[in-house]
């Protein structure tokens, strides 16, 4: 057996008998290490190496503006604004969840906390109307996946660090597949709840007044991804920059705005988002050392031509990249899942001709979906948390919403435009 191959039975082993994924990875790693005959002084050198880049700082600072977006009560007036307009139809809430999803992840970039965000209010106003809460938690936890995918996204940040390509270009393309997904999940929740016909409460048809008023209370909110990206590819900031905006914007709206931060909750939403951003950073160290292993030792190369030996179709092999992902997908994140896959497959893709924006978005679009896969889906287990609902019956009732997101991943994997015709309408680089 290879080495490379005992790297890979090393970490899914470690993960299978409960160690968290970042631990999992750095035993795989510096196991790894000992075997190929490195110097442990190594280990320091590759984690310093890929934690010191600016373009990382964004994700800090996009998990922080998330937090305080949330407990400025943005949240809540997207759901309200949404709920004016199309609350009054048929299954007009579960449209709502959906749409306010997509609002809410371009402004926190971030899946479980977008879940977070929508959870709290719709799951018990979705109850109150008549839906059933196990399908009211599964959709939540649904639409959290748009929350990587809309920009901007953290896990674009990661993939255009690693692959060195322009992350504003990614960002761009992420929107079409993110409102794609989110149709295919309105669509889905439509067609289930046509079983409950009548049977649900829905909010009286609202006067224009009352659209207007509601439009003035979310505005500020809603003009939170107006300046992350319009600053971003109006070419006046970076993508870290943007970030560090977002935090002072979302302060500027919570305290002397919205009114609904005060000097108490600095505190403690400043703790929520360090202990988030030290999760993704520790686990982004350790993945680098594994993925350092993997490129240095040459397994990265040796896997990508056995990749290419399976077939020579194309679609063959997008088929085959996308199947491991998936699989992936159920037991690690998409952070972790970049580090380990990115040096394998983008030789691959850059061999068949797939553009690289391309490949960021189909595999960002793959390891959203395995956010709601168990066994180690966090949408879905935030979704149970805030809900109550067993894991087991969210399991089971997100299954159509996994096909759902199935039917758009196949989209954007091939056909191209989807990611491509924004970018190069707009002619971002």
Known sequence: MSLGISLFLVFFFLLSVGLPISISLGVAAVGSLFLNGFPLSVLPTV???????FTLLAIPFFILAGVIMEFAGISKRLVHLANVFVGHIEGGLAVVTVVVACFFAAISGSGPATVAAIGTILIPAMAKSGYDKGFAASLVAASGNIGIIIPPSIAFVVFGVLA?????????AGIIPGILLGSCLILTSLLLLRKQKGKLISSKPSTLAEKWLAFKEAFWGLMTPVIILGGIYGGIVTPTEAAGIAVIYGLFVGFFIYREISMKDLWRLLVIASVGSATVMFIIAFASVF?????????????SEKLLLISTNKTVILLFINIILLVAGCFIDAASAYFIFL????????????????????M?????????????????????????????EISIKVMPFILASLIALGLVTYIPWFSLWLPNLMGVK
């Open 47 to 53: 984690v310093y190496a890929s934690l010191g880049k």
């Open 164 to 172: 060195e390509v322009s992350i504003g270009r990614l960002f761009i």
């Open 291 to 303: 993925a350092w292993v993997l490129t240095t030792s040459h397994y990265a190369t040796d896997l």
């Open 343 to 362: 040096p394998i497959m983008l030789p691959v893709m850059r061999t068949i001709g797939v553009d690289p924006i391309v490949f960021g978005v189909f």
């Open 364 to 392: 960002t679009v793959n390891l959203a979906i395995g956010m709601i896969t168990p066994p180690v889906g966090l949408d879905i287990f935030m979704a149970s948390n805030i809900s109550g609902v067993s894991l087991k």
